[in-house]
């Protein structure tokens, strides 16, 4: 259960996280047409998942924390899903909705640009 919901949960964080950081710096068009282009699997995934998670994040926080936990305190790799928890906390809490707003639209225009 640890490692799935590590590996599972653990992408879906990553993506989200770089989303994000793309529309930061003006790239969610690029992403999202190299996503579709090389990565088609992935990208149909994370157009489910993403947008499925949103409802579910501050429920998903205790998991990554028991993760965390599993992989041993102290390791990078326990700090890395300690922080991940810390992301579906802020994106759980008060204040996200833009970024809640940002990976639901990411989704919604098709590759290319083209509606």
Known sequence: KMCYGGITK??????????????????TQALRDELARSQAQLFAGFSRSIPDMVPKAGRWVPE????????GEGSPESAAYADLGAFYTRLAGPGSAAEIDILRSFFEQPPGGRA
Do not use: C, D, T, Y
């Open 10 to 27: 653990g992408l879906i964080a990553l993506g989200s996280i770089m989303i994000l950081a793309a529309q930061r710096a003006g790239a």
């Open 64 to 71: 990554m924390e028991e993760i965390a936990s599993f992989l």
